[in-house]
C-alpha cells in the first residue's frame, strides 16, 4: 500500500506500520506490518510469521523502517537472517 506522508512530503509504503510503533501502540503495528507484506510482497511462511511475531520493539521498529526499502520477500529473508 502506498501512503502520502506529509511529514515528508513523500509517497511511501508502510508509513502506517511506522506510525503505530512510534506511538506505542506495538501488537496493532505488528499486525500491520504481516497484513501490508502479504498484500505486497505475497505470502509469508509460517517460520517467517513466527520470527516477525516474536520481534522486540526495538527490531519491530527496525523492521517497519527497514520495510521502505524492501523490493520483495528476499529482502525479508535476508533482514531477518540478518537478526
Known sequence: MLVFDPATMNVTRFTLAIG???????EMARAEILSQIGR???QLSAEQTKQIEKLPVPQLESLAKALLD???LADLEVWLAEL
Request: net charge negative; charged share 25%.
Open 40 to 42: 505486497d510482497f505475497g
Open 20 to 26: 503505530l510503533v512510534d506511538g506505542g501502540y506495538y
Open 70 to 72: 524492501f523490493d520483495g
